[in-house]
């Protein structure tokens, strides 16, 4: 028996965005399936929107995501996960409840997934050598979510 564990995120309207960018740095073609695939009625607010979606990379790295529905989501035109994170005399402080971690085989890989994720990005910690990895960042993405890239030891 095999499992694996794979992120899923929550957005307000801007999931295909999101999965579309993720496509791009991870070299994969989101699959999205909409409410109105599914059977919503045409003219509610959220027949475009997706109700599942995924990007999965050729080496196994899987993110899944969808839009909350109006009714029960935040409000209207929020854009961003919830919470904050920066870093304050050397440590990490936030309130968001996850990060997602990307571990890369080599500097060169972290680099490449780095330059991708910082685009439209707030950096936290730049991408650089560490006490306990050849790289190290950190960065909150464009959609709010924060990743932290390593190179594995």
């Known amino acids: 028996m095999s499992a694996s564990l794979v992120p899923h995120l929550n957005f307000?309207?801007?999931?295909?965005d999101a999965l579309s960018f993720y496509g791009t740095v991870l070299g994969a073609e989101p699959a999205v399936r909409?409410?109105?695939d599914f059977g919503m009625p045409e003219g509610l607010p959220d027949t475009d929107k997706i109700v599942w979606g995924q990007v999965a990379s050729a080496d196994g790295v899987r993110i899944m995501a969808y839009d909350?529905?109006?009714?029960q989501g935040?409000?209207?035109?929020?854009?961003?996960?919830?919470g904050t994170t920066h870093?304050?005399?050397g440590v990490t402080i936030t309130d968001q409840p996850y990060f997602l971690a990307l571990s890369s085989s080599s500097l060169e890989e972290a680099t490449a997934y780095w330059e991708k994720l910082a685009a439209g990005a707030t950096?936290?910690?730049?991408?650089?050598?560490?006490?306990?990895s050849a790289?190290?960042?950190?960065?909150?993405?464009?959609?709010?979510?924060?990743?932290?890239?390593d190179v594995a030891q």
Do not use: C
Not at 12 to 16: E, F, L, M, V, Y
Not at 68 to 71: D, E, H, I, L, S
Not at 135 to 149: K, N, P, R, Y
């Open 68 to 71: 909350v529905p109006t009714q």
């Open 34 to 36: 909409t409410y109105g």
């Open 123 to 132: 950096v936290l910690e730049p991408l650089a050598a560490s006490a306990w």
């Open 87 to 89: 870093r304050e005399n």
């Open 12 to 16: 307000t309207g801007n999931a295909r």
């Open 74 to 82: 935040a409000a209207a035109g929020a854009d961003k996960q919830a």
């Open 135 to 149: 790289g190290f960042g950190m960065l909150t993405d464009q959609f709010g979510v924060t990743w932290i890239i």
